[in-house]
């Protein structure tokens, strides 16, 4: 049985990764300092609390055991906190990856899938987005995760480091289950947005309904994390056959406006949305779709999940844990 570490394995999409890794016959260790994840979300695997800052418990546990293969999902991931303190920024998700792929040298771990994101591409004219497209980012976030996607082609380079970067667009529903689902301390995602609204009955603020778009509210490419999941589990596979590295967009090739989120969150939960519409906020594209045809060529991979059960399953894990974990 193949080892995988996966650092940050205890958030969001690191822990329907986890299942999906489990599912397909992996050994999987989870490394997680908690600032964001849960305990709860990967209480049958093996959990190290542990931070990507301290190198020696890093390369203890590099050191302790046979590891296969890492998928990469620590960072922190706010842009709005990240214009604001770039250089935490900086020392979390290029220091702790630094400090990941130094081990992973020093110990001849050769295969990692490392999470990416759609913020890399900047703002874009152009719809949908392929991964020829110039990578500029206009926030710290994008930045970091652009500077991790540089180092680890360098370590192709030099220590045969073979990565994907799998760059996610909008990650959003939850284990249909119910059993995991999203749970961030200062949530900014507006799936979870909309259904707090209805659960604790406030009021939504949609940011600006004059865009050139088909209703006039922003249109992103909302991704089912199991999708994801998945998806890194073939990314994963990919390596371990020998397959070469690069950076592949995950998403639907689907994008759905705000308006039609809105909508879609009342027919999942039989309830209305109240929302106010605000202005626009800075640096928010009128449209972000991504091209997907380079995930189906080399992995094999494309969404199976759309927007219904994106919806319904979200619903779900909101409904029955209010509170997230902590409820
Ligand atoms: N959620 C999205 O829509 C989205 C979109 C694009 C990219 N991403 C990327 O995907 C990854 C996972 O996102 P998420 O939404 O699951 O976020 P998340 O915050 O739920 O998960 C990140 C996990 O990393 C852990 N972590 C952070 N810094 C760490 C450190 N220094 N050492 C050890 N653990 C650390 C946190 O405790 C948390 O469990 C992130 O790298 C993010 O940038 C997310």
């Not at 990941?100 to 890399?120: D, G, P, Q, R, Y």
């Not at 591409?121 to 392929?130: F, L, Q, R």
């Not at 950076?247 to 929302?275: C, D, P, R």
């Amino acid at each position: 049985m193949k080892t995988v570490l996966i650092p940050g394995g205890a958030g969001y999409i690191g822990s329907h990764t986890v299942r999906a890794l489990a599912d397909a016959g992996f050994n999987c260790v989870v490394y997680d300092n908690l600032s964001e994840g849960h305990r709860e979300a990967v209480k049958d695997f093996e959990l190290i609390e542990g931070d990507l800052l301290d190198f020696e418990k890093l390369t203890q546990v590099f050191k302790s055991r046979k590891i296969d293969g890492v998928v990469h999902f620590a960072a922190f991931a706010l842009v709005g906190v990240s214009m604001k303190d770039p250089l935490a920024y900086y020392r979390n998700n290029v220091i702790g990856t630094h400090n990941l792929l130094t081990t992973m040298v020093n110990t001849e771990v050769k295969n990692i899938v490392f999470s990416s994101t759609c913020a890399v591409y900047g703002d874009v004219k152009n719809v949908p987005i392929n991964e020829s497209f110039l990578a500029e980012p206009c926030n710290p976030y994008g930045e970091t995760k652009l500077a991790v996607e540089r180092m680890l082609k360098w370590c192709d380079a030099a220590h045969n480091i073979k990565y994907v970067c799998p760059r996610y667009f909008n990650a959003a529903g939850a284990m249909s289950d119910g059993s995991i689902g999203e749970d961030h301390k200062l949530e900014t995602h507006l799936i979870p947005l909309v259904y707090r609204a209805i659960l604790k009955n406030e009021t939504l603020s949609v940011f600006g309904n004059d865009y050139q778009t088909r209703d006039g509210s922003c249109i992103r490419d909302y991704i089912h994390v199991c999708d994801l999941a998945d998806a890194h589990v073939k990314a994963l596979k990919f390596l371990l056959d020998g397959g070469s590295s690069m950076s592949v967009n995950l998403g639907t090739e689907y994008g759905a406006s705000v308006f039609e989120i809105i909508k879609a969150a009342e027919q999942a939960s039989g309830m209305v949305v109240n929302y106010t519409v605000a202005p626009r906020r800075a640096g928010d594209p009128p449209i972000l779709v991504a091209d997907t045809s380079l995930a189906k060529e080399k992995l094999g991979w494309n969404a199976v999940r759309g927007l219904k059960e994106i919806m319904a399953d979200a619903w779900q894990w909101h409904k029955n844990h209010p509170k997230g974990y902590g409820g």
